[in-house]
T-cell receptor, first 112, second 114 residues
Framework: DAKTTQPTSMDCAEGRAANLPCNHS???????VYWYRQIHSQGPQYIIH???NNETNEMASLIITEDRKSSTLILPHATLRDTAVYYC?????????????FGTGTRLKVLA | DSGVTQTPKHLITATGQRVTLRCSPR?????VYWYQQSLDQGLQFLIQ???????AKGNILERFSAQQFPDLHSELNLSSLELGDSALYFC?????????????FGSGTRLTVV
């Protein structure tokens, strides 16, 4: 079963920041949080991951709370092409057997 | 192009039949993962192979099997197909067993069972 819960859907105005929350209250100390997105029926695309510290890359920022029970993915300037289903995932397993258990994700719609 | 190649892109077959889906991982990646995505189930992890050996199993039915060959490509075999097996099947790859920087997914095979 997925270890994360996310809102089912969200809307965001084009050009504004999109903040996608995720709850992972049962996360263990060494489990990473990953974010992927899936545009229409294409293969999921890796966005970003983190353990405890906030992370930023060219696509997004990831803010993880100090207790690690929740996180927020931030798309700083959302565009219409960011319309997708966003999955927050806790990577489970051990060395060599890591796997991602996908939940139902958040359907983000960026509005013109 | 993600570098992960899945063939065929579309497959239509009848109930009771057997099909084989193929995946070529990104160059240099040793691990291959298979996922099934149906409308009512979301993305379900099926199985992982690392350098030819099975490493992790998820919700894979007994009618399904997979293997990874010495050249690292992988095949997912689905037999005694049922209408409920209609889904998108994704393959993903990562350099080692950990996929630390994430998996790279292919574009999927859409299977329709009629």
């Amino acid at each position: 079963d997925a270890k994360t819960t996310q809102p089912t859907s969200m809307d965001c105005a084009e050009g504004r920041a999109a903040n996608l929350p995720c709850n992972h209250s049962t996360i263990s100390g060494n489990e990473y949080v990953y974010w992927y997105r899936q545009i229409h029926s294409q293969g999921p695309q890796y966005i970003i991951h983190g353990l405890k510290n906030n992370e930023t890359n060219e696509m997004a920022s990831l803010i993880i709370t100090e207790d690690r029970k929740s996180s927020t993915l931030i798309l700083p300037h959302a565009t219409l092409r960011d319309t997708a289903v966003y999955y927050c995932i806790v990577r489970v397993g051990g060395s060599g057997t890591y796997k991602y258990i996908f939940g139902t994700g958040t359907r983000l719609k960026v509005l013109a | 192009d993600s570098g992960v190649t899945q063939t065929p892109k579309h497959l239509i077959t009848a109930t009771g039949q057997r099909v084989t889906l193929r995946c070529s991982p990104r160059s240099g990646d040793l691990s291959v993962y298979w996922y099934q995505q149906s409308l009512d189930q979301g993305l379900q992890f099926l199985i992982q192979y690392y350098n030819g050996e099975e490493r992790a199993k998820g919700n894979i039915l007994e009618r399904f099997s997979a293997q990874q060959f010495p050249d690292l490509h992988s095949e997912l075999n689905l037999s005694s197909l049922e209408l409920g097996d209609s889904a998108l099947y994704f393959c993903a790859s990562s350099p080692l067993g950990g996929g630390f920087n994430g998996y790279t997914f292919g574009s999927g095979t859409r299977l329709t069972v009629v």
